[in-house]
């Protein structure tokens, strides 16, 4: 019996607080015990009891090829012989940033980081110091990671949480933090160092960009002088080949980075121009470090992982997920509830609604939909036909260059099942 879920979960809970290392994966919002993976493979997980389920949560986007592809395993085995973590300069870490920089029209340099959350908090530090302005402009719903000062109106677990913010977050740590709705270009004063924005919101289930609205803030922040940060740790090299600038023709002064640059292990990247990356140590005032920043073997995976995809991938995927999105409206309607399934290249989300409604523009006209309770049985009901959706309303679904057809066709009848159980709810 001790390989069961229960047991691993209730192990987990004597060590680790509530039994998981990230809110998000607690179940909290839709009730039960999580699954514990043992192992993943492709578009599949699979847990301590041997049951497979098709895979959506793929790491939170982190894996874009799907789980342990083989030759991502392969560069794996062969870097963790030469060691793993050394302190000084390594030649995985300059061929990633090449990789990167060689791809995004504008992004000169790239500082690697172990997170998300890092590389966000420092390309604040940077614009703070670059600019000698205190303020950001950061857009309710989106979520930034959880250093103090972004966690404010944060958008996909602190929402699932039901919490505005975070105990333990000083007044002072958010007072220079402006929040402003999404897809409305706000008026900035000349005291904003930046304007954050995740240029697709994908921590508020999916929220596309209304036209305009991009570009919108590319030309305010031009006005009084301020920075515009894309925080693309989810579109970077997943919307498209080179992420969210090449797909909406806007370009930003810094890009954040994360997920998919470290191939399943834990990398994140700041950059932008020269001169901009200058201001950081050691070359400029601006102090950021990090022990285990660009790791080999993470930075070895990463730049596997960009290598091996092509601009008709990214294509390929989009026009998939496309077809798999309106498949699954279809489904779901079949059932008697609304389906709403907002996509943007293979970026996809998911609202369950009873009554007729239009995809949201912001986080109040998410938060209704997401909040309305149908996606706790729905996705109980899929996780028992053996498809993983994210345990929250707030999060999109991730579907991996490794997903095939038969997959997405699988799980398009499992939803028309699944959205029958939750009409009944
Ligand atoms: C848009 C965005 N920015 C930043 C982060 C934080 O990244 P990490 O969890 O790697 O710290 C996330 C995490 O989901 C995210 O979605």
């Known amino acids: 019996m001790s390989d069961t879920n229960e047991a691993w979960f209730a192990r987990a809970q004597a060590v680790i607080p509530g039994g998981v290392d990230s809110p998000v994966r607690s179940f909290r919002s839709v009730g039960g015990t999580p699954y514990t993976v043992a192992r993943g493979y492709g578009a599949y997980v699979e847990d301590v009891e041997g049951k497979r389920y098709i895979d959506f949560v793929q790491s939170y986007g982190a894996s874009l090829l799907g789980h342990a592809h083989p030759d991502v395993v392969k560069v794996l085995r062969d870097a963790v012989k030469d060691g793993t973590t050394f302190g000084a300069p390594t030649p995985g870490e300059v061929l990633l940033a090449e990789a990167m920089t060689q791809r995004v029209a504008g992004l000169e340099q790239v500082r ?56 333990g977050v000083t007044a002072g740590a958010v007072s220079d933090t402006i929040v402003a709705t999404y897809n409305v270009v706000p008026e900035l004063h000349e005291d904003v160092a930046a304007v954050l924005v995740e240029p697709v919101a994908a921590n508020m289930n999916l929220v596309a960009p209304t036209s ?12 009084v002088g301020a920075l515009l940060i894309f925080d693309e740790v989810i579109t970077g090299f997943r919307l498209a080949f080179a992420g969210a600038e090449q797909y909406f023709g806007v370009t930003p002064d810094l890009w954040c980075f994360g997920k998919v ?26 102090y950021q470090a990090g022990t285990l920043s660009g790791n080999p073997l993470a930075t070895a995976a990463g730049t596997k992982v960009l290598n091996l995809v092509t601009p008709s991938d990214y294509d390929a995927l989009s026009d998939r ?3 798999f999105a309106r498949s699954l409206q279809e489904a779901i309607r079949s059932s008697g509830l609304v389906g709403l399934c907002p996509s943007e290249g293979p970026l996809v989300g ?44 707030y999060e999109i679904l991730f579907v991996s260059m490794a997903h095939s057809d038969d997959d997405l066709a699988t799980t398009v009848a499992m939803a028309a099942e699944a959205a029958e159980v939750a009409a009944r709810s």
Do not use: W
């Open 350 to 393: 998911l609202y369950l609604s009873r009554d007729e409604t239009t995809a949201p523009s912001n986080f109040e006209e998410a938060k209704l939909l997401c909040d309305n309770g149908l996606y706790r049985s729905f996705f109980h009901a899929m996780l028992d036909r053996g498809v993983a959706f994210a345990p929250g309303a």
């Open 212 to 223: 305009g609205f991009l570009q919108g803030l590319r030309a305010e922040c031009d006005r």
């Open 261 to 286: 640059i470290g191939g399943g292990l834990p990398v994140g990247a700041f950059g932008g121009s020269k001169a901009l990356l200058s201001s950081l140590a050691p070359l400029g005032p601006v």
């Open 321 to 323: 997920v496309s077809g």
């Open 112 to 167: 690697l980081v172990s997170s998300g959350t890092e590389a966000v908090m420092s390309a604040v530090r940077l614009a703070r110091g670059a600019t000698r302005r205190d303020k950001i402009v950061k857009f309710d719903g989106c979520y930034h990671g959880h250093s103090d000062a972004l966690l404010v109106a944060g958008g996909s677990g602190v929402a699932q949480m039901g919490l505005p913010g975070s105990a």
